[in-house]
């Protein structure tokens, strides 16, 4: 095949003939001469570059078909010998591949960015999703953040008010509390001091000793003051002795001590229901306070899972979003590079396959054809001296035993040596 040519074999323009070199004077002949040919067309480089651009060649074969095209594409298509003409041919699969090759890598990617939009719609409803359920959970949250709030305010105050209540009830309590032990007070007083004064069987030295007992009370019976320096005399003498003043005296003193136990058992008959009352009150505001704690407690409970309801709406967000963002990359970098594919294929179109179809058809000028013709001389002269003759640009001789060109198969041209 192609790429198994020998190195140390080379083309003349016309191909007429293979001839077998030193392989440093080849080199040079064949280097000199294709370089000579491409400057003098510049189209070659455009038929050229599409050869090193096939895909199916391997290096060795893209390296004999540049070598080989300047003079297959410079020679007229009536004076192409059967290689000449096998290149031309062989290239043009090298170019239909190249354009088949772009087209379907264009082609391919078209169609697989249209199913990368549609995978951004979904992407892109996945973020207004995630948008749409944050701003609801963000008005959830702050609806229990509002309710948390006045539960919160209602439950301070209503524990104020337990609390004011209990500090009520406790002063009231010791007051009444205070009534009933000066009433009960009072009540023994009577009993154990004032009953043996009034009854008046008591020796002196007894009876100042009770006397002793009541006194600090009278003081707040509002005696009158007459009566009140009499006691101390009156009080002190026996029943048998006491005049009719002293009795008086006496007397008054006893019933002023019954108005004021009277009185005493008065207040703390009032304040029981007071005590039933209050105590009834402070019950009934703790409840309701304890129930607004409950609330509160509640409410707490429904923010907090606001909260991390929205911190997990957030974080659904962020995470759509970043997909959003890397598929938009990757988007864009996959439109780049339709577009520069694109550019790829048109500018192949344009100037590789124009410069292809321009030189496979066309016979070059006459100055070409000049300067392909000096550029041979040099050739034929070196190689003068190892018995080669160089056929004329304008003939066209069949190979020597010492090469075979077998043909064209499926557009590539077999080259053999024997």
């Given at each position: 095949?192609?790429?198994?040519?020998?190195?140390?074999?080379?083309?003349?323009?016309?191909?007429?003939?293979?001839?077998?070199?030193?392989?440093?004077?080849?080199?040079?002949?064949?280097?000199?001469?294709?370089?000579?040919?491409?400057?003098?067309?510049?189209?070659?480089?455009?038929?050229?570059?599409?050869?090193?651009?096939?895909?199916?060649?391997?290096?060795?074969?893209k390296t004999m078909l540049v070598k080989l095209s300047p003079a297959s594409f410079t020679t007229p298509v009536d004076q192409r010998h059967e290689l000449q003409t096998a290149v031309v041919g062989?290239?043009?699969?090298?170019?239909?591949?190249?354009?088949?090759?772009?087209?379907?890598e264009l082609t391919l990617k078209t169609a697989a960015i249209a199913d990368v939009e549609r995978d951004r719609a979904v992407l892109f409803s996945a973020v207004a999703d995630a948008e749409v359920r944050k701003t609801e959970i963000e008005s959830t949250q702050e609806t229990c953040k509002?309710?948390?709030?006045?539960?919160t305010k209602t439950f301070c105050s209503k524990r104020a008010e337990c609390e004011s209540s209990k500090k009520q009830q406790q002063l009231d309590d010791e007051r009444h509390a205070s009534s009933v032990m000066c009433a009960d007070f009072f009540a023994a007083l009577m009993e154990s001091s004032l009953k043996p004064i009034v009854e008046g069987e008591l020796e002196q030295s007894d009876a100042e000793g009770h006397f002793k007992m009541l006194l600090p009370s009278t003081e707040s019976l509002n005696l009158d003051s007459s009566l009140a320096s009499a006691l101390s005399l009156s009080c002190l003498k026996k029943l048998c002795d006491r005049s009719s003043f002293d009795s008086i005296v006496v007397q008054e003193l006893a019933r002023s001590f019954q108005a004021k136990l009277l009185t005493l058992q008065s207040v703390v008959a009032e304040g029981v229901p007071g005590v039933q009352?209050?105590?009834?009150?402070?019950?009934?505001?703790?409840?309701?306070?304890?129930?607004?704690?409950?609330?509160?407690?509640?409410a707490a409970a429904d923010f907090l899972a606001a909260q991390k309801v929205l911190q997990d709406a957030c974080a659904q967000l962020c995470t759509a979003?970043?997909?959003?963002?890397?598929?938009?990359?990757?988007?864009?970098?996959?439109?780049?590079?339709?577009?520069?594919?694109?550019?790829?294929?048109?500018?192949?179109?344009?100037?590789?396959?124009?410069?292809?179809?321009?030189?496979?058809?066309?016979?070059?000028?006459?100055?070409?054809?000049a300067q392909l013709c000096e550029a041979e001389e040099p050739l034929v002269k070196s190689h003068a001296n190892d018995e080669i003759q160089e056929p004329t640009c304008e003939s066209a001789v069949q190979p020597e035993s010492g090469a075979q060109v077998l043909g064209v198969e499926g557009g590539l041209a077999t080259v053999l040596t024997t």
């Amino acid at each position: 095949i192609l790429a198994q040519v020998h190195p140390q074999l080379i083309c003349c323009r016309c191909f007429g003939r293979c001839v077998v070199m030193a392989p440093t004077k080849r080199s040079q002949s064949d280097v000199s001469l294709s370089a000579k040919r491409s400057k003098s067309e510049p189209m070659l480089e455009g038929v050229n570059s599409a050869i090193e651009m096939s895909k199916s060649l391997p290096a060795e074969a893209k390296t004999m078909l540049v070598k080989l095209s300047p003079a297959s594409f410079t020679t007229p298509v009536d004076q192409r010998h059967e290689l000449q003409t096998a290149v031309v041919g062989m290239v043009g699969d090298v170019v239909d591949e190249v354009k088949k090759y772009l087209s379907d890598e264009l082609t391919l990617k078209t169609a697989a960015i249209a199913d990368v939009e549609r995978d951004r719609a979904v992407l892109f409803s996945a973020v207004a999703d995630a948008e749409v359920r944050k701003t609801e959970i963000e008005s959830t949250q702050e609806t229990c953040k509002v309710t948390l709030a006045d539960i919160t305010k209602t439950f301070c105050s209503k524990r104020a008010e337990c609390e004011s209540s209990k500090k009520q009830q406790q002063l009231d309590d010791e007051r009444h509390a205070s009534s009933v032990m000066c009433a009960d007070f009072f009540a023994a007083l009577m009993e154990s001091s004032l009953k043996p004064i009034v009854e008046g069987e008591l020796e002196q030295s007894d009876a100042e000793g009770h006397f002793k007992m009541l006194l600090p009370s009278t003081e707040s019976l509002n005696l009158d003051s007459s009566l009140a320096s009499a006691l101390s005399l009156s009080c002190l003498k026996k029943l048998c002795d006491r005049s009719s003043f002293d009795s008086i005296v006496v007397q008054e003193l006893a019933r002023s001590f019954q108005a004021k136990l009277l009185t005493l058992q008065s207040v703390v008959a009032e304040g029981v229901p007071g005590v039933q009352a209050r105590s009834s009150a402070v019950q009934a505001k703790e409840r309701d306070s304890d129930e607004w704690r409950e609330k509160q407690t509640l409410a707490a409970a429904d923010f907090l899972a606001a909260q991390k309801v929205l911190q997990d709406a957030c974080a659904q967000l962020c995470t759509a979003q970043s997909n959003l963002a890397t598929f938009d990359a990757t988007h864009a970098a996959a439109k780049d590079a339709i577009s520069r594919n694109q550019c790829e294929l048109e500018s192949f179109l344009a100037w590789n396959v124009e410069c292809y179809n321009m030189l496979k058809d066309r016979a070059p000028t006459p100055d070409v054809a000049a300067q392909l013709c000096e550029a041979e001389e040099p050739l034929v002269k070196s190689h003068a001296n190892d018995e080669i003759q160089e056929p004329t640009c304008e003939s066209a001789v069949q190979p020597e035993s010492g090469a075979q060109v077998l043909g064209v198969e499926g557009g590539l041209a077999t080259v053999l040596t024997t």
